[in-house]
């Protein structure tokens, strides 16, 4: 099965600065990334995603790349603030036993420092 | 408001005592799934229901039944609890389980601890 693996699985900016988060999987049958955010107390919400046929996407301050020949992807906020202090999660979803898959990765806590 | 409920938000047990954990969607989706979410390993698929009376194992079934007799309601059943299923579990639905971009709406979770 797929296995996804997210790094660094804690991380401290300072407010303005960029936070960067890796991810790699396993399964090359991968076509779909989805990144969540958990902030405390509440479940987790889809932020961004990026399909297997594009290699970057940006919604104002966050983007995500993905390499599909290294099997890695990863998620860029930039000029970073308090807010976007969460737990944020990588996830690889395909198609398998008749239904999209989703694997998450083991979660980053973003702390961003006034 | 379109949402994922469970109750309960937090529960603390013992060793053995059955106990329920629901969840309700009022988005009318297909699709509806149980995660736990422990430290070092991020979210963890228990249970999945791709639409009413069809359910199937995730990756970490054991000790966990599930049933989806209505569309919008998935309970979660612990008949025997023991303290490895102290964890935070987490409820989510989607629209169907079929196409690449469905959306997975989370609940807000519940905290089991089992003593």
């Known amino acids: 099965g797929e296995n996804v693996e997210q790094h660094p699985s804690t991380l401290s900016v300072q407010e303005g600065d960029s936070a960067v988060i890796k991810c790699t999987y396993s399964?090359?049958?991968?076509?779909?990334f989805p990144w969540y955010k958990q902030e405390l107390g509440k479940g987790p919400q889809l932020i961004i995603d990026i399909r297997s046929n594009v290699g970057e996407k940006k919604d104002q301050r966050i983007a995500v790349t993905l390499n599909k020949t290294a099997k890695h992807f990863s998620l860029h906020i930039t000029e970073t603030q308090p807010e976007d202090s969460a737990v944020y999660f990588c996830a690889a979803s395909s198609y398998s036993g008749g239904y999209q898959k989703v694997t998450f990765g083991t979660g980053t806590k973003l702390q961003v420092i006034p | 408001e379109a949402q994922v409920t469970q109750n309960p938000r937090y529960l603390i047990t013992v060793t053995g005592k059955k106990l329920t954990v629901t969840c309700s969607q009022n988005?009318?989706?297909?699709?509806m799934s149980w995660y736990r979410q422990d430290p070092g390993l991020g979210l963890r698929q228990i249970y999945y229901s791709m639409n009413v009376e069809v359910t199937d194992k995730g990756d970490v079934p054991e000790g966990y039944k599930v049933s989806r007799k209505e569309k919008r309601n998935f309970p979660l059943i612990l008949e025997s609890p023991s303290p490895n299923q102290t964890s935070l579990y987490f409820c989510?639905?989607?629209?169907?389980?079929?196409?690449?971009?469905?959306?997975?709406?989370f609940g807000p979770g519940t905290r089991l601890t089992v003593l």
């Open positions: 988005m009318n989706h297909e699709y």
């Open positions: 989510a639905s989607s629209f169907s389980a079929g196409d690449l971009t469905d959306t997975q709406y």
């Open positions: 399964d090359s049958a991968s076509n779909y």
